[in-house]
């Protein structure tokens, strides 16, 4: 008996013995593919007898789209270039149905030059792991679709209710100058409220359209001095401190960020300005510093009122003031808000620290963010004005 025959005959006999094994989807090809040996957990995949796959090749089973792909590596295997191929393909089980697949080819023959290859394939289904890709793009793409919609709605509200809001302010003091002697001590009171009323929808309308092209702006990323920034923010808030004395703290080194430097910039301006801000003691203590992480975690630190643990998510939310309007300075309540969009557009992430009566730490990182695109536009414009936090 011819001994490549003999081989043939006791790798398919060894193959049938494999095929036996029900835990994975098996089965042996001859050289044109066809299906020559196949077990019931294939069968049971791919919705048909052992008889209907028998009369079939494996690219007849796989989706239109994915047949070519097998076929080529199927023929690399054959042309001794490979000894075994992976391919990622869906296989039909009916016109309409199919099951995404990693599709394992061995060659049983490593000589070439044999007369009958064999090959032993192997079928693993992953279809839940493409859905659950599939699906969790979708609803990546819904939420990003959502808060698109939501910021420019906020930003379409906030520009277009600011005008006849100013008709309103405007009209009342001209309402309190020229005929204020005409109303008694009520309406004295009355419009009074109305004025303040005004003022501070102004200032939460600012704020929105603030938050708005937050989110919107295109980043003009550069290398950031962070500590000349924290500088800065400090001197334009040196009115806060009033009669106050705080005490600031600033390293002699912060490290440099690849950041929008405009933006960051109101970020320091943001979290120092509550640090002096929100104290009950005549001489605060404020400090400025980093961890020297990866990525660098910035922070600044206070010894004020400090914030309840089950407060201290509320406080980055949109128009939530832990305190009455006008305590602490008063303010809309959007500046921390303001702040996670700031952080979340450079791809960081920012949170707080905090014990009542002891102080707080807030901490944020920089990681740029596919947002983030190094550039040097000295057209760019400051941030918008927002009302006083």
């Not at 003999?6 to 094994?21: F, K, M, V, Y």
């Not at 599939?134 to 277009?160: K, P, Y």
């Not at 975690?297 to 407060?311: C, E, K």
Request: with cysteine.
């Amino acid at each position: 008996m011819d001994v490549s025959k003999q081989d043939t005959q006791g790798q398919e006999a060894a193959c049938a013995a494999l095929l036996r094994h029900e835990g994975v989807c098996l089965a042996m090809l001859d050289a044109e593919g066809r299906f020559l040996h196949v077990n019931q957990t294939l069968c049971a995949l791919l919705g048909r007898t052992a008889e209907e796959l028998t009369a079939l090749r494996l690219q007849d089973v796989a989706h239109p789209d994915d047949a070519e792909p097998l076929e080529c590596q199927f023929a690399e295997l054959l042309a001794g270039q490979q000894t075994h191929v992976m391919e990622e393909a869906r296989l039909t089980q009916t016109a309409d149905r199919s099951v995404w697949c990693i599709v394992s080819i061995t060659r049983l023959t490593p000589d070439r030059e044999a007369a009958a290859p064999r090959c032993l394939v192997s079928m693993q289904n992953i279809t839940p792991l493409p859905l659950a890709v599939s699906q969790l793009r979708h609803t990546v793409g819904e939420l990003a679709s959502r808060n698109q919609e939501l910021e420019d709605l906020a930003h379409v509200i906030s520009h277009h209710l600011r005008e006849p809001l100013r008709g309103m302010f405007n009209y009342a003091s001209l309402l309190q100058e020229d005929h204020g002697s005409q109303l008694d001590a009520e309406g004295h009171t009355l419009l009074a409220k109305l004025l303040r009323l005004a003022r501070r929808m102004e200032d939460q309308l600012q704020d929105l359209l603030a938050l708005a092209r937050f989110g919107h702006a295109e980043l003009a990323c550069a290398r950031t001095d962070m500590r000349q920034l924290a500088l800065e923010a400090v001197e334009n808030l040196a009115a806060l401190q009033g009669e106050r004395c705080a005490h600031i703290c600033i390293p002699e080194r912060l490290p440099e960020a690849i950041c929008d430097p405009l933006l960051i910039a109101e970020l320091w301006q943001i979290l120092i300005g509550n640090a002096l801000r929100y104290s009950d003691k005549f001489s605060g203590q404020v400090e400025i510093g980093f961890v020297d992480t990866a990525p660098v975690v910035y922070y600044v630190r206070d010894n004020g009122i400090g914030i309840p643990a089950g407060l201290q998510e509320r406080i980055f939310m949109l128009f939530k003031r832990l305190h009455h309007r006008d305590a602490y300075g008063g303010g809309s309540g959007a500046g921390l808000a303001i702040a996670r969009k700031i952080v979340a557009r450079h791809g960081g992430r920012i949170w707080v620290e905090s014990t009542p009566g002891e102080g707080s730490t807030f901490s944020f990182t920089l990681s740029g963010g596919p947002a983030c695109t190094q550039t040097d536009d000295p057209s760019r414009q400051p941030p918008p004005e927002r009302s006083t936090r």
